[in-house]
């Protein structure tokens, strides 16, 4: 028999939270048995280890450098096996867990994780691979808006039109083109090993970062963080889209006689396709702060019209915070390998050092980006789409494996029960919805 306060909260609200919370610990759970996995090889099979000398793209992770590939696969196993306690406490013990123990548990994992796998591989691998899936849909993008009559189609088609020809000018031919995608075709199918130890990474600290999370957003301060986030997300979602943009803007020198950042003017003359490499890695950063500040403007909420199918739907939030989240622990994982990359350790000056953390910001970037989006989906939580009007932020206690953590709150207790909220005795908007409409 259900409560009052049961029957009055809408049905999708309260059945899908149940299927977000088996999809998140899902996935961690998959995960987990995958480190194991992936550490068990490793030790049997130490040339298939990706931080292993003899591996043939080997690189070295933050703990792989201090301990060593043996000791880091025996660590990958370690890993996985506390991520499979977290979960099976979680799905099958009788009473929830403190908060606490939870969201402390899940960081651990997540954190270990990152410093066990965090390499420059995985983020030069993202690049390459974000870089060309941004050229072709720029292409396809600029052709649908054209069709739709959008005057932002024919902006950017300008924009390819002059970098195209900008390559032109400088002797850059078709064939130069498909030997350089060929060459980074088959560099990439050589690290396919590593490539798929750093999926199952990135799954593994994702799945188990979203419940730290929500465990955390369950106590009072994890609530009053999270409405400090939503007053706050304009900046802070400005300040990750500048993130990508020093990279941007120096990629974007390779256009004229004096690249910054890379080989001499004279190299590429010599070797004009490698000017193709740094627009592409440029013009992935260019899409990644457009693409972030879609959390703050109007198409972050509703599809633009000339999007076939979806065009003036509203945008579902996980399609917007599932590959922002996973963007910003890609960036945060890869951030002490590249600050390290520059440091005077690594026999670089001062100079370079900072020229490194300044043009690929990652240590900046990559929280900014995860605040950006932890806000966008508060934000989100409180549209009236998601219940009866703007939510509060400083009430309900979500599930601690639940994606909904990110995507769904409960309704306040006033709305829930319905009975009147003191606001509308009064005849006045209450305070929180105020507050909360303001920040929308």
Not at 130 to 139: Q, R
Not at 322 to 335: T, Y
Request: a positive charge; proline letters at 7%.
């Amino acid at each position: 028999m259900s409560t009052p306060a049961q029957a009055s909260v809408p049905s999708s609200v309260h059945e899908d939270a149940p299927r977000a919370s088996a999809v998140v610990t899902g996935i961690a759970a998959a995960a987990s048995v995958l480190l194991v996995v992936i550490g068990v090889i490793w030790l049997v099979v130490p040339r298939l280890n990706a931080f292993s000398p003899e591996f043939a793209t080997s690189n070295t992770s933050l703990i792989s450098g201090l301990i060593g590939p043996y000791a880091t696969a025996i660590l990958a196993t370690m890993l996985g096996v506390c991520g499979l306690g977290l979960v099976v406490a979680l799905r099958l013990a009788p009473s929830r867990p403190p908060g606490w123990l939870v969201s402390g548990w899940a960081a651990l994992v997540a954190c270990g994780t990152a410093l066990a796998f965090g390499s420059l591989g995985l983020i030069a691998i993202t690049g390459y691979l974000f870089g060309m899936a941004m050229v072709v849909a720029a292409v396809f993008v600029a052709a649908l808006m054209v069709r739709r009559s959008s005057r932002a189609g024919l902006v950017l088609i300008a924009v390819i039109v002059v970098v195209v020809g900008a390559c032109v000018l400088f002797g850059v031919q078709w064939t130069d083109v498909a030997t350089l995608l060929w060459g980074i075709g088959s560099a990439l199918w050589a690290r396919i090993g590593e490539i798929g130890a750093d999926v199952v990474a990135v799954a593994a600290i994702a799945g188990f970062a979203a419940i730290a999370m929500g465990a955390f957003r369950s106590g009072a301060t994890g609530r009053r963080f999270e409405a400090w986030l939503v007053r706050h997300r304009r900046l802070l979602t400005i300040l990750a889209a500048a993130g990508p943009l020093p990279y941007a803007i120096v990629r974007a020198t390779w256009l004229t006689p004096w690249p910054l950042f890379g080989p001499s003017g004279a190299e590429m003359a010599e070797l004009p396709e490698i000017r193709v490499t740094g627009l592409m890695l440029g013009s992935g950063a260019v899409a990644a702060s457009i693409l972030t500040l879609g959390l703050i403007l109007p198409w972050g909420t509703v599809f633009p019209k000339w999007m076939p199918g979806v065009g003036g739907r509203r945008v579902p939030p996980a399609v917007a915070i599932a590959p922002g989240l996973v963007a910003a622990l890609i960036l945060c994982v890869s951030a002490v390998p590249m600050l390290l990359t520059g440091a005077p350790a690594e026999g670089h000056d001062l100079a370079t050092t900072l020229l490194v953390a300044l043009v690929l910001p990652l240590w900046f970037w990559g929280p900014a980006l995860a605040l950006a989006v932890w806000a966008y989906a508060a934000w989100r939580r409180a549209e009236p789409g998601y219940g009866e009007g703007p939510g509060d932020f400083s009430r309900g206690t979500p599930s601690y494996g639940s994606t909904r953590v990110l995507l769904e709150s409960p309704l306040p207790a006033s709305r829930r029960t319905g009975s009147a909220d003191p606001g509308e005795t009064s005849g006045r908007t209450p305070r929180s919805s105020r507050r909360n409409l303001r920040d929308r």
